[in-house]
Structure formats: structure tokens, C-alpha cells
């Protein structure tokens, strides 16, 4: 089935700086990367999502890029605010187009 | 619009309890319908899937089950519960067809001491 790794598993940054999160995944059929944020007790929510069709999107302060060859694509968080902070997950469709979702990055924004 | 409602939010259960959570879909029709666990500080593990009234598939062996008795109600049920058991289930809808984004119920916290 599909692997997908995600880094770092926690990442701290002071505010204003930007944040970068990066998953691979496996399976080459892949089409569908969406990003997923979840404060303290919440629900996942997304934030972000992109199709292999294309290899950047952007929405205000948070972007992603896909490289389709290497297999991995990139979460960045410009200019980041402390409510910034949460746990940030990448997902990937199998042939079913069940998500499967990476292990998770903790980001804390230091005000 | 679509909305997505899980119950209970919380609950404390002893060892060898039963369970049943509930999540109800409102505003879409033939969803694809999905329960997750969330192990504290961990990630997002896939439980169950249905793609219709009375179809489920399993991801992983495990003490629960899962059954669609309506086209937009989905329960996560347990004859006995385990420790192993606790954590935050989450509930999810997804479109019937292609990939899209997964919407998430509010979450229940199981505690099973």
C-alpha cells in the first residue's frame, strides 16, 4: 500500500520566520496532495490541496509545491503568526482514492 | 451545505464495555464514509471505510466494527473494549467519486479505563 513519510515531526520557528514541512509518498499513481491542519483538540481541517497537474499553489501565507518525479511535495508557511501553531498532516490517494495521511508535524510558533 | 455530526464527544468506558459512536452526514448524498483513530500525539490511522449502505471494509484486525445501516449514518461499534482501544475517533465524508477533500466530524475522545 501507500508510505508516506512525513518530516520533521516537530518544528519550532519564531514568528515571522517561515516554515517548511515535506512528505514522500510511494505509489507513482498518486494524484491528489492535500494538507491538513489540526489545533489542540480539533478536527483536521484543510488548508491546502493540489493535483499533479500542477506543481506549485499558493493561497496568501501558505503554499505547496510537487515534484511528481521525486515523489514528494512541500507545505511552506510564510511569515508565520502564533496561531500558525498546530499539527500540520500531508495525505495522499491510493488507487482507491483513500487518503493516507503522514505521521503529523507539531509547528510552534514562538511569539 | 454539507455538515457532518459525530456523538458522543467524550466518554469513559471500563475494560470490556460495549461502544457505539455515531456520525450522521447531512446536506450530500452517497458519500463515501470513513472512521479514523487518532492515538494521543500520534497520526491519523484508518479504520473503516464504507462506500454505500450495508458495504464496510476494514484497513486493520482490530477489536471494533462498523455498520451503515442509512445511507448517511455511519457506527463505530465494540462488543468488549481494550485499553488499546482509547484514543480521539474521527469520522469523515468524501466524495463518491475521485479524490477530494475529506471533511471530519468534531471527534470522540474514548477513554477506557
Known amino acids: 500500500g501507500e508510505n508516506v513519510e512525513q518530516h520533521p515531526s516537530t518544528l519550532s520557528v519564531q514568528e515571522g520566520d517561515s516554515a517548511v514541512i515535506k512528505c514522500t509518498y510511494s505509489?507513482?499513481?498518486?494524484?491528489?496532495f492535500p494538507w491538513y491542519k489540526q489545533e489542540l483538540g480539533k478536527r483536521p481541517q484543510l488548508i491546502i490541496d493540489i493535483r499533479s497537474n500542477v506543481g506549485e499553489k499558493k493561497d496568501q501565507r501558505i503554499a505547496v509545491t510537487l515534484n511528481k518525479t521525486a515523489k514528494h511535495f512541500s507545505l511552506h508557511i510564510t511569515e508565520t503568526q502564533p496561531e500558525d501553531s498546530a499539527v500540520y498532516f500531508c495525505a495522499v490517494n491510493n488507487a482507491g482514492n483513500m487518503l493516507t495521511f503522514g505521521g503529523g508535524t507539531r509547528l510552534m510558533v514562538k511569539p | 451545505s454539507q455538515t457532518i455530526h459525530q456523538w458522543p464527544a467524550t466518554l469513559v468506558q471500563p475494560v470490556g464495555s460495549p461502544l457505539s459512536l455515531e456520525c450522521t452526514v447531512e446536506g450530500t448524498s452517497n458519500p463515501n464514509l470513513y472512521w479514523y483513530r487518532q492515538a494521543a500525539g500520534r497520526g491519523l490511522q484508518l479504520l473503516f471505510y464504507?462506500?454505500?449502505?450495508?458495504?464496510i471494509s476494514s484497513e486493520v484486525p482490530q477489536n471494533l466494527s462498523a455498520s451503515r445501516p442509512q445511507d448517511r449514518q455511519f457506527i463505530l461499534s465494540s462488543k468488549k473494549l481494550l485499553l488499546s482501544d482509547s484514543g480521539f475517533y474521527l469520522c469523515?465524508?468524501?466524495?463518491?467519486?475521485?479524490?477530494?477533500?475529506?471533511?471530519f466530524g468534531e471527534g470522540s475522545r474514548l477513554t477506557v479505563l
Open positions: 505509489d507513482s499513481a498518486s494524484n491528489y
Open positions: 464504507s462506500v454505500g449502505i450495508g458495504q
Open positions: 469523515a465524508w468524501g466524495p463518491f467519486r475521485g479524490a477530494g477533500e475529506l471533511f
